[in-house]
């Protein structure tokens, strides 16, 4: 039997080389307790949260937006996570920042902050980029400086359907493997509006070269200022369960996964529309 302790130093030993590999630049951003209470199926959906998931989702956004949020990854890992996110619709294009800081007790810190520019065609169609810089710290070992890409584009079939497509780090697609910092990643996916109480969202993902997920996650609200949701994740396979409250301009969501050996990752996203 593994006592507590050695239990907490392995669970830490294998986040550290989960966080480490962020050394091979992920491009991404943390995706916002809405999305992970979805099991993180949100490459087609819109809102201020698509800056993690899919650069085009914030061109539906009529108003600013102001988003900040806090993480925690497997319980008693000392590993943190504090996101902030701003949309501003600005003509014919809508503008995103955010910047993240993780962490890993002292063993390991990244800093990365982004720009996203994102357009919509007509009412159907929108793309976007984001621009992401990453300052990647281990102690008395190295600093990296890194720069990645992630484009993405939403079609809206029809007022219940809408699709999505994003690439993350999709400089290397365009780069020699051996010169490459990380792999690129293909999500596409699908929301389909039942009702106006519920919804249904979908992303399968590949990361090149190496593996699959697909994840499903479904939205409701039983009332108009509470919203509840659920998901699942394959590989690794993982649960996730969030709630949110919708109060005047503010939306504040709490959510977490859950995975077998490291257990629960808590989230919480403070949301502000002006």
């Not at 819109?46 to 993690?52: E, K, L, M």
């Not at 497997?74 to 920042?97: A, Q, W, Y």
């Not at 490459?180 to 919804?199: K, N």
């Not at 479904?218 to 409250?245: E, I």
Request: proline share 2%.
């Amino acid at each position: 039997m593994i006592d507590h302790d050695v239990r907490r130093f392995l669970t830490g030993v294998f986040v550290l080389l989960l966080m480490c590999s962020a050394i091979k630049v992920s491009g991404q951003v943390s995706s916002g307790a809405g999305h992970l209470g979805l099991g993180n199926a949100s490459v087609a959906l819109a809102g201020v949260h698509s800056i993690g998931s899919n650069a085009s989702g914030i061109a539906k956004l009529e108003k600013p937006v102001l988003s900040l949020g806090y993480a925690e990854y497997f319980l008693n890992s000392d590993t943190r996570s504090l996101t902030g996110k701003l949309v501003l619709p600005i003509g014919i294009v809508s503008l995103g920042f955010y910047g993240n800081h993780d962490r890993f007790g002292s063993h390991f810190q990244e800093t990365s902050a982004g720009l996203t520019i994102s357009k919509s065609f007509q009412s159907d169609l929108a793309v976007g980029i984001i621009t992401n810089y990453h300052f990647i710290n281990i102690p008395d070992e190295k600093q990296i400086n890194a720069v990645s890409i992630d484009i993405g584009g939403q079609y809206t079939i029809n007022q219940t359907a809408t699709i999505g497509l994003s690439l993350r780090n999709f400089e290397q697609l365009l780069i020699d493997e051996a010169n490459a910092t990380d792999q690129a990643t293909i999500a596409v996916g699908a929301a389909y509006q039942f009702s106006y109480q519920t919804f249904i969202a979908t992303e399968f993902s590949y990361l090149v070269d190496s593996h699959t997920d697909l994840s499903v996650g479904v939205n409701y609200l039983p009332m108009t200022w509470l919203v509840v949701r659920g998901g699942l994740s394959v590989n690794p396979f993982m649960r996730y369960v969030g709630l949110g409250v919708i109060y005047n301009r503010f939306n504040v969501d709490v959510a977490t996964s859950f995975h077998a050996q490291l257990g629960y990752s808590p989230q919480i996203s403070i949301d502000y529309r002006f």
